[in-house]
């Protein structure tokens, strides 16, 4: 056994102006992945990455993908692949971009992979993607173990081990599953010590980060706060889709602003603005059974209080330090909000060390230790 384990993976892990660039890439799945190696590589583990940016099918999309069209995450070694962008023929470029990439890595001299690792967002476990198959192929191939991160969706077959993200889904697969398993929602990221002075004052900001589209409950979060009177009170959106019912929402509500995407200086600025933070992810909404909400632990990185729905994705170790709000109707929400709003300086300080002592043991470090220990322990008696 290895005492610093080599790390290959499977899928692209951009920089900021990757993600800005290619509306395609989730900011959230790219914000935990990197998260996630730099815990790694603080840990002493090497971590290399082959894979492309992912953009619609042309005519949505460019024709052309080119590999200097895109730019991997500071500091990790790795190559990004170009591919020819046509319906039906983009997934062949895919795969066999990347197969070969893979191959000329395997066989350059240098030191092999311990671990394959594919980051998985599937609707269906039946669906393939380029890595997915490539995982598969070195496995069988070259006899290297893949570990699937399971983030959204249901879990491919065939893969050595599994984390899960999502806490149901995890109690569901571990029972069922032969191979090993593993829950990791996540670690809370760091966060400069001058973006984070004091929050408590009059003037109470409630922030959401994340996708503005349907799914995170966007709209059902501003149609809530326009319930609540207070002028002392304003409602942030920050992140990215489509929306024009918030849109007209927030045309309504001088207290509601929509931000748009936000480089990360720029959304750890205002986050320590604010007062307070908001998930209302709707548990009615049935993709969100298989995933997790993992802007949840974002925000307990301001050592702020957080109000939010309890999804099947949420562990319930989080009932300790987040808000809950009821239900997710619009009612529900609006109570949290006013409960939040009305909240004195020494609950406030109460709460914020509450989360200050659940963050360290979700801390990036933590979890990546964890990670690694389970991994060697579980594939080691296989």
Aim: hydrophobic share 45%; glycine share 8%.
């Amino acid at each position: 056994m290895h005492k610093y384990q080599r790390f290959l993976w499977l899928e692209g892990v951009f920089d900021e102006a990757t993600v800005a660039t290619f509306q395609t890439i989730s900011p959230a799945s790219n914000f935990w992945q990197k998260g996630f190696i730099r815990a790694l590589q603080g840990l002493g583990h090497h971590v290399s990455i082959i894979g492309y940016p992912v953009e619609r099918a042309w005519p949505f999309g460019r024709l052309l993908i080119r590999q200097t069209d895109a730019s991997l995450l500071p500091g990790v070694s790795g190559r990004l692949l170009g591919y020819l962008n046509f319906p039906y023929l983009r997934s062949i470029f895919q795969y066999a971009n990347m197969r070969l990439a893979v191959v000329r890595l395997l066989r350059s001299g240098q030191p092999l992979p311990d671990y394959l690792v594919v980051f998985s967002c599937l609707e269906k476990s039946t669906q393939q993607t380029a890595a997915i198959r490539i995982a598969k192929w070195v496995r069988r191939v070259f006899c290297i173990p893949w570990v699937c991160i399971v983030a959204d969706g249901e879990s491919p077959p065939g893969a050595d081990a599994y984390v899960y993200l999502t806490w149901a889904y995890f109690e569901l697969e571990a029972k069922r599953r032969p191979e090993p398993t593993i829950h990791i929602d996540g670690g809370v990221p760091e966060v400069p010590v001058r973006f984070s002075p004091p929050a408590f004052g009059r003037e109470r900001v409630l922030m959401y980060m994340g996708a503005l589209t349907r799914h995170g409950g966007a709209l059902e979060l501003a149609r809530a706060f326009r319930d609540v009177q207070g002028e002392h009170m304003s409602l942030w959106f920050c992140g990215r889709g489509p929306n024009p019912e918030l849109d007209a929402v927030a045309a309504g509500d001088g207290r509601i602003q929509i931000k748009g995407f936000l480089e990360e200086v720029e959304l750890t600025r205002l986050a320590s603005q604010a007062f307070a933070f908001a998930n209302p992810r709707p548990a009615s909404f049935a993709p969100n059974r298989l995933n997790y909400p993992s802007k949840i632990l974002h925000y307990l990185a301001f050592e702020k209080p957080v109000i939010s729905t309890f999804t099947d994705g949420v562990s319930p170790e989080y009932k300790e330090v987040l808000i809950s709000v009821d239900d997710d109707s619009q009612a529900g929400l609006s109570a949290a909000i006013k409960s939040l709003m009305t909240m004195d300086e020494l609950q406030y300080q109460a709460l914020q060390l509450r989360v200050s002592t659940f963050k360290e043991k979700k801390s990036w470090s933590a979890q990546a230790g964890r990670f690694v220990s389970w991994l060697v322990a579980a594939l080691s008696k296989v």
